[in-house]
């Protein structure tokens, strides 16, 4: 992400954070599109998006023996792979 895309975000959400509704009341629909438009990645800036991940730990052990390569393993938080239950 460019600085002067963080800049402009940073912006916004100081902007966003002066004129909010006190803490816990509800955020106008508008605010929020417009706030969630600014951060959402792009498809050119989320890199890690092109990486063929593989969520088979079989088949990425398979592969990485095949191609003598390491394998990352990556586990999310809280115990649950991927999100899963």
């Known amino acids: 992400m460019s600085f002067h895309r963080r800049a ?9 954070a002066l004129t909010a509704p ?3 009341g ?3 629909p508008e605010q ?5 438009r600014l951060i959402k990645p ?3 800036e989320s890199k890690w998006a092109k990486v063929p991940w593989l969520t088979n ?3 990425a052990r ?3 023996v095949a191609q ?10 809280g115990g649950d792979v991927l999100g899963r239950a």
């Open 22 to 24: 006190a803490p816990g």
């Open 57 to 59: 730990l079989d088949e």
């Open 8 to 16: 402009l975000i940073a912006g916004v959400a100081a902007v966003w």
């Open 42 to 44: 792009k498809a050119d």
């Open 62 to 64: 398979q592969r990485a």
């Open 68 to 77: 003598d390569k390491p394998l990352l393993l990556w586990r999310a938080g």
């Open 32 to 36: 929020l599109e417009d706030l969630h």
């Open 26 to 28: 509800p955020i106008p």
